[in-house]
Nanobody, 116 residues
Framework: QVQLVESGGGLVQPGGSLRLSCAAS????????MSWYRQAPGKERELVARITSTTGTTNYADSVKGRFTISRDNAKNTLYLQMNSLKPEDTAVYYC?????????WGQGTQVTVSS
């Protein structure tokens, strides 16, 4: 079955960096677009970044453009999110997402807290 396992979250000071990883299994990772979402307390889940399967084309939320970079390693079945210049408003649970055929799959999430 499809499994997505995020890691790499933690507590970081404003201006710091974190790299999130999402290990995927149970499907042909290289064939599907992948996304990162986040959900802050009391807010709806929002799309952070997306990367296509074949060309690796990326899209970002305006709030993270120029600071976050999504990438993938198809040989390792792993999705990444490099987060630089972190701000307190980036505090949220970050989720990995995959649409496989007609179903949407989510990881368990990893907490990112930006605070001094």
């Amino acid at each position: 079955q499809v499994q997505l396992v995020e890691s790499g979250g933690g507590l970081v000071q404003p201006g710091g960096s974190l790299r999130l990883s999402c290990a995927a299994s149970g499907f042909t990772f290289s064939k599907y677009a992948m996304s990162w979402y986040r959900q802050a307390p009391g807010k709806e889940r929002e799309l952070v970044a997306r990367i296509t399967s074949t060309t690796g084309t990326t899209n970002y939320a305006d709030s993270v453009k120029g600071r976050f970079t999504i990438s993938r390693d198809n040989a390792k079945n792993t999705l990444y999110l490099q987060m630089n210049s972190l701000k307190p408003e980036d505090t949220a649970v970050y989720y990995c997402n995959a649409w496989v055929i007609v179903s949407s799959y989510w990881g368990q999430g990893t907490q990112v807290t930006v605070s001094s």
